[in-house]
């Protein structure tokens, strides 16, 4: 056997660079974390807009909810079809400014300007003197905005405001039309109205359905 300078060797054996082997390694790791990570990536990604779907979907939900507990307890409507309003822009509630004097239990109310329409509320209980010191809603209407004025139109009473606060739905989001249709239970043709209608109603967030919601409204 013949010594060398670093060591011994046998004839015609090569050895293993350790700088090469130790690269290579390197370069599997870096490929191996590399491909973890991008896993870990898509992994994120793809749990967070399943986050914002499911926060769309209940953000949706609760607006078709609330627009069908409306419609359900608005008045029954016979008419074909009937029409019912939107929850955008009703009266939420009436906020007093000035509770005025004289005013009775059943005057009515009135929302004074604004582009809504439907509203219908009258007094609901008074104080010493006829001040006005509760509303009821009795149609919340649809179409108001923030802070339109409010009167009373009947009665002797005077000197009465208000202002309303309007329902309004998260930004971004819309309200088709609600659909409301009449149901044929008993076989005689929509024609007649049977006193069973569905309700249908889709919302939407920008420009894309994010569910739709029926339910039912029946005539007491």
Do not use: C, W
Not at 18 to 37: H, M, Q
Not at 102 to 121: C, H, P
Not at 159 to 178: K, L, Q, W
Not at 187 to 203: A, P, S
């Amino acid at each position: 056997m013949r010594l060398y300078k670093y060591g011994y060797k046998k004839p015609g054996i090569k050895m293993k660079s350790s700088r090469g082997f130790s690269l290579i390694e390197t370069l599997i790791a870096i490929a191996i974390i590399a491909v973890i990570s991008v896993a870990v990536l898509i992994g994120l990604s793809t749990a967070a807009s399943a986050n914002i779907i499911s926060d769309e979907k209940t953000t949706a939900g609760s607006i078709a909810r609330s627009q069908i507990e409306y419609i359900q307890k608005q008045p029954y409507q016979t008419s074909n079809p009937p029409s019912y309003y939107s929850i955008v822009g009703m009266v939420a509630g009436i906020t007093i400014s000035n509770a005025g004097t004289g005013y009775i239990v059943g005057d009515a109310i009135t929302v004074a300007g604004g582009t809504g329409t439907g509203f219908t509320g009258s007094v609901a209980s008074i104080g010493t003197g006829g001040t006005v010191t509760g509303i009821t809603i009795t149609v919340a209407g649809t179409g108001y905005a923030d802070d339109d004025a409010v009167s009373v139109t009947s009665g002797i009473g005077s000197g009465f405001t208000g202002v309303v606060a309007v329902y309004n739905i998260p930004d971004g989001y819309s309200i088709v039309e609600p659909m409301v249709v009449r149901l044929d239970p008993e076989n005689d043709g929509t024609g007649n109205d049977d006193g069973l209608q569905q309700i249908i109603v889709t919302v939407m967030h920008g420009t894309k359905t994010v569910l739709t919601l029926e339910d039912y409204k029946v005539s007491e």
